[in-house]
Nanobody, 123 residues
Framework: VQLQASGGGLVQAGGSLRLSCAASGRTFTNWIMAWFRQAPGKERDFVASITWNRGSAYYTNSVKGRFTISRDSAKNTVYLQMNSLKPDDTAVYFC?????????????????WGQGTQVTVSS
């Protein structure tokens, strides 16, 4: 499994960014795709997850109503649309893949990871 994340950048508070994660190496039916983020000096934290086949989504509380996770099965790509960005959203964002339930939020629940993409939100 290969995951390639892209789309990070520098944005002002209140702005938007869309991250992409291109997945390859197998079929992902029944898999869960997720986004995590890691700020400097902090743990890697769960942001959102989505089921590949039905598109059901789950979010951490701090991003509910601002972030939207989605997937395009034809392109084997998962997206994270981030709106109303805040300086606290500044982090390296990672996409991850694994099998199991939608509500898996631990880093160890996901065996496959992409490289990170930096998101910086200025105040």
């Amino acid at each position: 499994v290969q995951l390639q994340a892209s789309g990070g950048g520098l944005v002002q508070a209140g702005g938007s960014l869309r991250l992409s994660c291109a997945a390859s190496g197998r079929t992902f039916t029944n898999w869960i795709m997720a986004w995590f983020r890691q700020a400097p000096g902090k743990e890697r934290d769960f942001v959102a997850s989505i089921t590949w086949n039905r598109g059901s989504a789950y979010y951490t509380n701090s991003v509910k109503g601002r972030f939207t996770i989605s997937r395009d099965s034809a392109k084997n790509t998962v997206y994270l649309q981030m709106n109303s960005l805040k300086p606290d959203d500044t982090a390296v964002y990672f996409c991850a893949a694994g099998e199991g339930s939608l509500w898996r939020t631990r880093r160890d629940d996901y065996p496959h990871w992409g490289q990170g993409t930096q998101v910086t939100v200025s105040s």
